[in-house]
């Protein structure tokens, strides 16, 4: 009987092991492909002026974004740290709810764009509040996690992601 079930488990999950080995494959591939880019349009801004974030997905299938956190500020100390969590506006009205998409997918050979002006808006799961925050001035870049299955990437295994980086800028007090 334990044999029976140790096979029926291993032909279950053979298909799924199979799926993540593929998936994985391509994302290595991809961590060499340069059509997939992550930037910003400038290097340098003045605080609250508008950023164009811009990600191109040339590759040859969709990928997948994260709506809770779409992309992550790192701030440069002398290494780079998270320093803010962006959320698309567009889900913030599912803050503390479950229901939203878990993620947005992104065609193959198109771009998406984000006009942000470096504010952060987050969500406080435990009480539904939304916080408001602007970036302070300082260098940073941005850090996405995109994988090639719309689940929760969090719940995906690292060779499963791909973390991407844009080109570093500046916000000044000016």
């Not at 198109?110 to 302070?136: D, G, K, P, Y």
């Amino acid at each position: 009987m334990v044999v029976g079930f140790a096979i029926g488990l291993l032909v279950a999950g053979l298909p799924l092991a199979v799926l993540s080995f593929m998936l994985s494959n391509e994302l290595n591939r991809l961590n060499s492909f340069e059509g997939l880019n992550l930037t910003v349009d400038k290097g340098s801004y003045k605080l609250g002026e508008t950023i164009e974030v811009t990600l191109e997905n040339r590759f040859d299938r969709q990928i997948f974004v994260s709506t809770g956190t779409t992309f992550v500020v790192e701030k440069k100390n002398e290494s780079w740290i998270p320093a803010y969590y962006y959320m698309l506006p567009e889900y913030l009205r599912y803050c503390g709810q479950y229901g939203p998409p878990v993620n947005f997918a992104v065609s193959n050979d198109t771009s998406f764009h984000i006009a942000w002006n470096q504010t952060i808006m987050r969500c406080v799961w435990s009480t539904r509040e939304i916080i408001h925050e602007q970036v302070l001035p300082d260098l940073y870049r941005l850090k996405m996690m995109i994988s090639f299955r719309d689940v929760f990437i969090e719940d995906l295994p690292p060779d499963e992601t791909l973390t991407i980086y844009s080109n570093e800028f500046t916000i000044h007090q000016w």
